[in-house]
């Protein structure tokens, strides 16, 4: 099996891919925040690529993608979803299964709300809220770390410690992640939320609680 590096350009700008290239079922992972499409390279390894077609894209502003020339448009979870929707339709993608971790859980069910071509969603750690401080806070655990992923600039000791409150002492992923978030556009970071708060985006609880009664 070839795995492929290519870049895909969307309206939110270039978006590095790594595919499988395979037959089977479609499956897009979408990496967390300030992170990238590496954090699931190991699986394209494995023999998960034997079955199903596995898709692991950058998020703009992320890994080797560009970064937003229009960052209040595409750093939201509409605008991720749009850029990721387009890069499956570069891709011919016509369905699909998305795994989406911490933000990319939450980006893919911002897509189970617009797409009509998802199969299905597993999301880690990113627990559906409705738009709102309230309910932000009832979902989340304030802290440290949380208040990280909303900050535009980190310093050393920031991003030490949001590695280990998320990989414990594991060398080679801390390796990965370091890397990841010294790229990252931290804009992406610092506009997310207040977007989300002003409705960008869909209720998030509504969407899941939705898709658990049609299932």
């Known amino acids: 099996m070839v795995i492929c590096e290519r870049i895909v350009t969307t309206s939110h700008g270039d978006l590095a891919v790594l595919d499988s290239d395979g037959t089977g079922h479609a ?12 954090v699931f390279r190991a699986l394209f390894s494995s ?21 937003a ?8 979870l509409p605008g991720y979803a749009e850029s990721l929707r387009q890069a499956l339709e570069a891709l011919s993608v016509t369905r699909v299964v ?19 071509n998802v199969a299905g969603v ?5 627990p559906p809220a409705s738009p709102t401080m309230e309910a ?3 979902a989340f655990h304030a802290g440290e770390v949380l208040n990280l992923a909303n900050c535009e600039v980190w310093s050393e000791t920031g991003i030490d410690t949001y590695i280990k409150a998320l990989c414990g002492t594991d060398q080679a992923l801390t390796k990965i992640l370091r890397t990841a978030i010294q790229r ?4 992406s970071r610092a506009l997310l939320l207040p ?16 898709s658990y009664q049609r299932a």
């Open 69 to 76: 020339a229009d960052p209040d448009r595409v750093y939201t």
């Open 47 to 67: 023999d998960l690529v034997m079955n199903y077609r596995l898709i692991a894209i950058d998020l703009p502003g992320h890994g080797h993608s560009s970064n």
């Open 184 to 187: 990252a556009d931290g804009r």
């Open 27 to 38: 499956v897009l992972f979408i990496h967390g925040n300030s992170f990238s499409k590496d």
């Open 98 to 116: 998305i795994v989406g971790w911490s933000l990319g859980g939450h980006i893919a069910i911002e897509a189970l709300a617009r797409w009509l």
């Open 136 to 138: 932000l806070g009832a």
């Open 195 to 210: 977007s989300y708060l002003a409705g960008q985006g869909a209720d998030q609880r509504l969407v899941v609680s939705a």
């Open 122 to 126: 597993m999301i880690i750690g990113a």
